[in-house]
């Protein structure tokens, strides 16, 4: 990835882009204060040296029918290399789990879960606790969301 320098227009356009990623060029240009090609050529700098990671479409998880969260703690058998690789190749096929972090500490993986209910979770708990490597899952069930961001910060980033 190359390694630009980011200034208060990239920032601008950063921010816009987080706020409305389906602005066209010629609206996020006007709102930044760019000409059109230069709009174009400072997007296309910021997706090459891999600042802007993709664009995605957010869903609503409540209005699919899976409003509950719920964050499992996996600790494996072992943490040998192969382990760990076989748990991760497995754990991309359960659709349910939409974050999974490697961490250090007291267990091997954090995952975000989304689920219809409690009986839902019982269904993906079992898929789970079968997976390779599995010795223990752990859940917590979130009451409420109170944040749910997408948005990074950009205050003293390069």
Do not use: W
Not at 120 to 127: E, G, K, S
Request: charged share 25%; hydrophobic share 40%; aromatic share 6%.
């Amino acid at each position: 990835m190359p390694n630009i320098e980011i200034d208060t227009i990239d920032r601008s356009i950063l921010k816009k882009l987080q706020d409305n990623g389906r602005l066209s060029n010629v609206q996020l240009a006007a709102e930044v204060g760019l000409s059109e090609s230069a709009c174009l050529r400072r997007v296309k700098l910021l997706e090459e040296s891999g600042i802007i990671d993709r664009y995605v479409m957010l869903i609503n998880q409540s209005a699919i029918g899976k409003p509950d969260n719920v964050f499992v703690r996996v600790t494996l058998d072992g943490q040998q290399r192969e382990k760990l690789a076989a748990f991760e190749a497995e754990i991309n096929r359960v659709s349910e789990v939409m974050e999974c972090y490697l961490m250090a500490g007291d267990f091997d993986y954090l995952l975000r879960v989304i689920t219809r209910d409690n009986a839902d979770y019982v269904r993906v708990h079992n898929q789970l606790t079968s997976l390779p490597g599995v010795m223990r899952v752990q859940s917590s069930f979130a009451l409420k969301t109170v944040l749910d961001s997408t948005e990074m910060p950009l205050d003293g980033i390069i």
